[in-house]
Every structure is written in C-alpha cells, then in structure tokens.
C-alpha cells in the first residue's frame, strides 16, 4: 500500500511517502522553496518524493492530509461567536481566506496535484486523519513499541491543544482523553516566546536555551513562578489547565498577549530587539518549569489511566527537549520515544502512517532505530556541476578513509566545516548528514560559531554528537537519543567551578565562564543536547568520530545545522556552497569532494 502524506497550510509544510507501512521518503518544503517555517502547499517535496521513488500520482492508494479543515473551521467560528465584538478584525482578515481556499482543502488539494500529476489527481482517494491523531501515529508507528502510551501537545490541531491515550500494533490508536482550545500549554509557551521578544512558531527553542541563564533559586523567578500560577494558568492534578483569558489575546487577536497587562503583571516591557537582560531570562526559566511541572502531572495520570510501560511524546511541545529530560528522570515510563520531526512536518509522516495502518497488518515496533535520512541526496554529477559554475578548486577524495582523515585533521586544527554527505535529515535537527562541525574542546568556538558563521544569539549553545561506545566517557547517565530531543549532564569529572560571584554575572559574562573540558558544548547548567550516533543508522559519522578521537583523544564534535540565522538547512550542492562562502566557515566538504577557502 503506497500512502502519500501532506501537511501544510500553518507552518513546516512536508511530504511524505508510505510503502507497506514503512516511510521511505520525506522532506519539508523549506528545503526547496528556502523559506523558513514555509507553510504553502508542498509542491516541491511531493515532487521529490514521487520522483525519487519512482511512482505517480496513480500509483498511490490514498493522500492523507494531517488534519480536518471542516473541524478548524467550526473551531474559527465557534471562538470568534464566543469573544464577540472582540477580534474583528481577525475575523475580517481570516474569513476571505477560509472562504475562497481552506475550507475547500480537498479541492485545492486536488489542484495542487493536477500540476504533478494530471487528470489522475481527480481520481486518487483523499483522507483527513485529526491532527492529534497524526501526531500520535508520527510517534507510535516509528518507535520500537508494539504497545505503549501516547501524548501529543501543541498549539492548536482542529479543536484539540493535548491528547493523550493508548497504542496498540494490534487495535490501534484509543484517545482516553483530550485539551480543547483555547486552553493550550503550547500556546501557553507561545506566549511568553512573544514577550520576550522572540518569534512564535520558531523562537520557542531560544526560550529554552535562554532559560538556564537565570539565577534559578532567586526571589525574582520565585514571584514569576508565582504570578503564572496565581494569575494566568490554573494547574488541576491530572495536569490539565485552565488559562486565564483575560490575559491572552491569541484566541481572535492578532498578538499572543495584551503587552500592556503582561507589562504590569511581571513589572517590565515586552521585549522588541533590545539586548537580553536577566529579568529576560529568569521570566523564561519560570515557564519553563511551569510548563515541566505540567508535562509530568499528564504524565503521572496518563500512567494512571494506561497502566503503559512505555510512552510516545510528539507535538510541537515534543521538541522541547529539557522538560523531555525531566520526564524521562522521573522514570514514570521504563523508556521515552520523540519522534525527530516531533512538530507539524511530522504530521506528514502521521497522517499517512494513520492512514495505512487503520488499512493493514499490526504493526510491531520498529527492529531499528527509526531513519531520519529521508530526504535528498546529490549525485557527483549535481556537485561537479556546482563547483565548475564557482570556478572552485577543489581535491575528489577517493578514499573514504583519506577524506576522513583529511577532515578531522582540519578539526584538530581547530577549522569549521560543513558537511554535506548522504540523504538530508526530516526534521529541525542536523544529524550529521547537513552539519556545520567544530572541535568542542576550543573555549573560543560557541562565540565563533554564533557570531561569525552562524549569525545568531551569542548565548545559543551547540549540540554535541558523540558515538554510543563513547558516551559514557563524556556524559551522566541518562536518554540515548539519536535525534537530539533529550539533554544530558556532562560528566561531573570534566566539569569546571563557577566564580563565586556567578550570580551577579550579565549573561554574556555568564556565558563566557569555562565550565567543562569541553566548553563549546556546554551549557550554562553543563547540560548538553546530545546526539548518540549509532555505527548501524549513520556509519560514515560515525567512523568521523572515531577518526577523530584517534588523532585528538576527543571523542565529541560539536554538531549544529548547516545553515545560518532565519535560513532553513541546507538541501542541495548550491546551497551549501552559498552558505559556505557568505560565512566564516572553514572548509567545505560535498560528499567526497573537499574545498577549501
């Protein structure tokens, strides 16, 4: 059974294709398009996908498309008659839009194919799993569970903000029980991502980061503490909430909050693009554990309600990897699955996942770690091509183990390279297939890298990967995730003393203390977001690692995605080479040819 999957329409539109119950193919449609966050119809990734695999429109049994419309639209109504007269201007501005397109998905849908595949567009049978269902599908149908639990946490899907419930190879996906908006924990998130000046939809990642930065035991995130729980969020036992609407304005406005009455509730602006300051980021650790303390209380109740050994995490709220951390401590559950491409692209892979196994066998676990390389590759064809049009020198590697040993010795050497080998990740994260690589060892690196190659935030920390047989060497125990979606301490053993005064430090002086052997990938409170590579899912990575720890006695490399600010990751020999050029990298290397600058 051939299953094409399509989210699209709010933000990280995708494409996905599912043969006999296994996905195959998948890619965003920033990718191709190179806009971030793209929400438009995934033309391009569609194409890609049916291209790659070899089929046509008319070859596939069905389309499934990640959630109802129908339902979304009755929720858009349902609100805006709810807070009337407020939010008509909202109203105004969404209808036309609803009128002439979204409410008529599965036609425009059908549009959309005709240009990709012709009259059969008309013909193929289009299905509308709910989008909670398709996040729950993304993450049940890709882990190595043949039963476990499920919660899906975002923003909003039709009506649904959570979900939670049971998984079964052999009945399927039960929903014991749901969140209905506006009452949202994502949006919950949302909101303060808004105030602190960061953009909803991508910036809900730099409140994270920013978080540790605060003096964590101070009266100032215990009063916040207080407020978001006395004013904006009613937290019941069973981990679901109650938001106070006075204070939102997301439900029919055109901004998350009223800046105004946020302003006066925590006693400081809303931040525009002004310099971070500490009041920033103790008011962002404060929604952070507000928002851990409520993913553990749905925790607790869904093991309550299931009785499951295991559970699946997706949603938007999925990639928050530090309150994924802080479950996965409390060892509720024996084991913790996300899927890596936890958000709304991986609605793609779960609407056609939901489809194909409401239609066939019982799905037993996955006997290997789910794939994540689903997307495109270059051929050495499309490379040359690309380095001929720049006139660039470059030197063809013949042997693997020659360009290895080329790469790390340039690493040792304390050089920046991009690395663009095999099929592209699906998902947020570069996993050593589209990655920018540096020596974590060197204190200068994380501002390098933020500052002068990837052009961002200097307080944003770096991703270490690091080779299973390795890990213990170098990191606490805890989740192995090959997808970085959970954190780890660093070893206590490497670790380094904070000043005494570190407290009174600004968060750039914060930032700048050595705290580990490895400062590049250690963060303010020596967590690190690390990627455990497997030799059986990512082999040439992987003998990387090795081959660098061989000449340097490091076994870790810095591994963050192969883009720069507001840019999507790298898809194909032009991109990369763009990218290479307009920033500080150092070398570059596209499959098995290495350029250097």
């Known amino acids: 059974m051939k299953i094409l999957g399509i989210s699209a329409y709010y933000h990280d539109s995708a494409a996905a294709l599912i043969v006999d119950g296994k996905v195959v193919y998948a890619a965003q449609e920033e990718r191709f398009s190179r806009i971030k966050n793209d929400a438009s119809f995934p033309e391009e990734a569609i194409r890609y996908c049916l291209t790659e695999s070899g089929y046509a429109l008319e070859d596939l049994d069905y389309v499934a498309f990640y959630d109802k419309p129908f339902l979304k639209f009755e929720r858009l109504l349902e609100t805006y008659y709810a807070f009337a007269p407020k939010g008509f201007r909202s109203f105004a501005m969404a209808m036309p839009i609803w009128l002439k397109e979204k409410l008529f998905t599965k036609q425009v849908i059908r549009k959309q194919l005709k240009k990709i595949g012709g009259p059969h567009a008309q013909k193929i049978r289009i299905v509308f799993p709910e989008h909670h269902l398709s996040h729950a599908a993304s993450a049940f149908y890709t882990s190595p569970f043949a039963k476990s639990a499920f919660l899906t946490i975002d923003g909003v899907g039709e009506w649904t903000t959570t979900s939670y419930g049971l998984a079964s190879g052999k009945e399927g996906i039960e929903v014991f029980g749901e969140l209905h908006f506006p009452d949202s924990l994502g949006l919950f998130y949302s909101s303060f991502t808004y105030f602190l000046g960061f953009k909803v939809n991508s910036g809900e990642y730099k409140m994270m980061g920013l978080a540790p930065y605060s003096n964590h035991k101070s009266e100032t995130v215990q009063r916040f503490m207080g407020i978001i729980k006395e004013k904006l969020v009613d937290i019941k036992a069973d981990g679901s909430i109650k938001l106070n609407k006075d204070y939102f304005e997301y439900p029919v406005g055109l901004r998350m909050v009223n800046p105004k009455k946020w302003e006066i509730l925590f006693g400081f602006k809303k931040r525009t693009d002004e310099p971070l300051t500490q009041i920033h980021a103790d008011l962002a650790f404060a929604a952070q554990k507000v928002l851990e303390e409520i993913v553990l209380k749905l925790a607790l109740h869904i093991k309550k309600e299931t009785q499951a050994e295991y559970l699946c995490l997706a949603g938007g709220v999925a990639l928050n990897c530090v309150a994924n951390s802080v479950l996965f401590k409390e060892t509720i559950f024996k084991d913790i699955y996300v899927q890596p491409a936890a958000g709304d692209a991986g609605g793609a892979i779960g609407a056609a996942l939901a489809a194909a196994y409401l239609k066939q066998a019982t799905f037993m676990g996955l006997e290997k770690p789910f794939n994540p390389y689903l997307g495109p ?53 570069a996993l050593g297939n589209r990655s920018i690589l540096a020596d974590p060892s060197d204190p200068e690196m994380q501002s390098k890298l933020n500052l002068k190659i990837k052009f961002r935030e200097s307080f944003r920390p770096f991703a270490p990967a690091v080779r299973e ?37 600004s968060l750039e002086e914060k930032r700048k203390a050595s705290k580990s052997e490895l400062p590049a990938i250690t963060h303010i409170d020596y967590s690190a977001r690390v990627q455990v590579v497997k030799k059986e899912v990512n082999p040439t990575f992987w003998s990387l690692l090795q081959t660098f720890k061989n000449l340097t006695g490091t076994g870790v490399l810095i591994n963050t995605s192969f883009n720069v600010k507001d840019q999507p990751i790298v898809n194909t020999p032009e991109d990369a080479y763009q990218c290479f050029m307009g920033s500080g990298m150092d070398i570059l290397v596209l499959e098995n040819y290495l350029i250097e600058k």
Not at 407 to 426: C, I, M, Q, S
Not at 472 to 494: I, Q, R
């Open 377 to 429: 590759s270059a051929s050495h064809q499309e490379i040359e091509r690309t380095l001929r049009k720049h006139k660039s020198t470059y030197h063809y590697y013949e042997s693997m183990e020659e360009l290895l040993d080329t790469v790390a010795n340039h690493l040792a050497h304390k050089k920046v390279v991009g690395w663009f080998r095999g099929r592209t990740e699906f998902g947020p994260r």
């Open 469 to 505: 047989e390795d890990y213990d060497t170098y990191f606490e125990p805890g989740k192995h995730s090959a997808y970085m979606l959970f954190t780890n301490p660093v070893k206590e053993s490497l670790r380094k003393p904070l000043p005494k005064n570190f407290d009174e430090l």
